[in-house]
């Protein structure tokens, strides 16, 4: 067998990468500090799903999974906004035809481990925590279910364990690594709008639902069983603070008052406001990713906030950049080599997506509910439909492309400007003149 690789961590990147490996021939050892998911007690019984987009599916893609996946999935075209009088009106997210999917993260995460489990090159282990990690000697350290300390060595380490990697923990102690760790003011609850009686959608399904109330919002993505899973991300200090509303006629009053038309179709709200954890938001920063032949991916080295929903897709593109470097540079390479070509590859498309999400979060819950807001969507979405050779909106290149997310990051700032100008000038009118139009666009983009 070729050489050993330990991934401690087997959520949604360290499942994916452990195929990737295995594909390639390596002797894969995944450890998992909770029990096997594939015995269906995970999330408590409640149903939490993601949205995922073409860099998550291009990636699932090379193992194959893309069609199982996307078939338990419910594409999303567009976002619903819901006023505080119950009106509604709709956004596209981009062309026709471009969605992105709503799909349950535990059966996506048992999809990857059955794969995982068809490799006899991979070895998985439940219920071990990583304790320690020497990064000189790529041993780690496991605690098993019986309390038992299990050690491990391999030729290379990949920290696939989530937003408080215990394998970063021991990357703090090196020289020269930096750290920053920013919580917002905000938690979140998951709440859940339920079918009807006949199991059937209350909500339009194909789109993502979303309350912006400026200084908090709830969203909701639909489930394949006919509810929504509903998210409330409000302050922790504020008023209400999301942990300040206690009681049922608390909790009732603030729905009444803010989310009047979902409340009749939230039966179980009060239950599920009180029993469901509060979730906090973080985003963490760090370098370098890699250390010998150590090195962090996915959530471990960049936790990003959900509101672009793309921490996932952006930890599936690492596995994929990886794999890409190891088919490229492996054995004529060294491991650290082809680590640091990863880090280097990805950190500044990781600090673009973090701009991003923290960016699309002040959109989400402030500016979506304002009609200059969606009057310059309707000029952006024009723009993107009628000139698409040209113009592509922030969105559009962080959520229908491979592209790099610095990218969209940086045009971001070039559409604004096309934006501003169309707008102070009263140019909506010429936006069917072409040759204005190309003109424009040639100059600002340029
Ligand atoms: C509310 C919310 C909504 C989100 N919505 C979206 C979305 O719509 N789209 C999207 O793309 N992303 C979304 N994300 C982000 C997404 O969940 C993460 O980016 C993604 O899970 C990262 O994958 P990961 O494998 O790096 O980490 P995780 O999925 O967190 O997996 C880490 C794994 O490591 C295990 N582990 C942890 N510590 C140890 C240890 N010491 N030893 C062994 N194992 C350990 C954990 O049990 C876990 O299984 C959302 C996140 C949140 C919080």
Redesign the pocket.
Known sequence: MGEKITL???????SLLSIYLAKRGYDVHL????QDMRDGKYEGGRSIN???SLR?ITALERVGLDRDVLNISIPMAGRMMHDAKGNTAYQPYGKEGQNIYSVS?SQLNVRLLQLADKYPNITMYFN???VEADLKTNETV?QNQAGELVKDKADVVIA???????IRQAMMHQPRFSYSQTYENYG?KELEIVPDANGKFQLDENCLHIWPRKSFMMIALPNPGGNFTC?LFMPFDGNPGIDQLKTAEEITAFFNEYFADAMPLMPNLIEDYQNNPT?MLVTVRCYPWAKNKVALL???AHAVV?FY???????FEDCLVLDDLIGAGRPNLPWNEILHQYQEKRKPNADAIANLALQNFVEMRDLVGSPEFLHRKKIEHALSTQYPDKFTSQYERTTFSTRDYAEAWEFGGKNDKILDAIIQNGWESKLEDSSFINELLDEMLS
């Open positions: 401690v961590g087997g959520g949604l990147a360290g450890y998992e500090r909770r993601l949205a995922l998550g993260r071990h925590k990583c496991f696939t364990d989530g937003a408080f990697s215990a979140y998210t979730g996915g959530d471990a959900p929903g793309q921490g996932m897709n952006c930890s």
